[in-house]
């Protein structure tokens, strides 16, 4: 973490780097927040295994699966193309994830 921050390599933290060092720590820490606020983003942030912003097709069925490991292929895909409203096609960004989720929330599940 040192190492990293220590950009121009002098092996010192100057003041700059210092202050890069703080504000990525502010960074994590309101990230941290946020996913403790919102259980929807901290889904999204899980899902999104590449940070990208944006969640795929792949990351989306990784992700259901873990939830449901007998998710079925073609329903995930159903359910991502709906939410998908919004350029880029293929990719959820936050809002579209939300919509995914609330209306995986809204299927019926199946009897057993
Ligand atoms: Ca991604
Ligand atoms: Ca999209």
Do not use: C, H, I
Request: aromatic share 8%.
């Amino acid at each position: 973490m040192f190492d990293g921050a220590d950009k121009n390599t002098d092996k010192k933290l100057d003041f700059d780097e210092f202050k890069e060092l703080k504000k990525e720590a502010a960074k994590q820490a309101e990230l941290q927040a946020k996913r403790d606020a919102d259980p929807e983003f901290a889904l999204f942030y899980a899902a999104d295994t590449n940070k990208d912003d944006q969640v795929s097709l792949d990351e989306w069925k990784v992700e259901a699966k873990k939830a449901d490991p007998n998710a079925d292929d073609v329903e995930l895909e159903k359910g991502f193309n709906t939410a998908d409203t919004e350029d880029p096609k293929g990719q959820l960004n936050l809002n579209e994830f939300k919509v995914l989720v609330a209306n995986e929330k809204k299927l019926p599940k199946d009897p057993e």
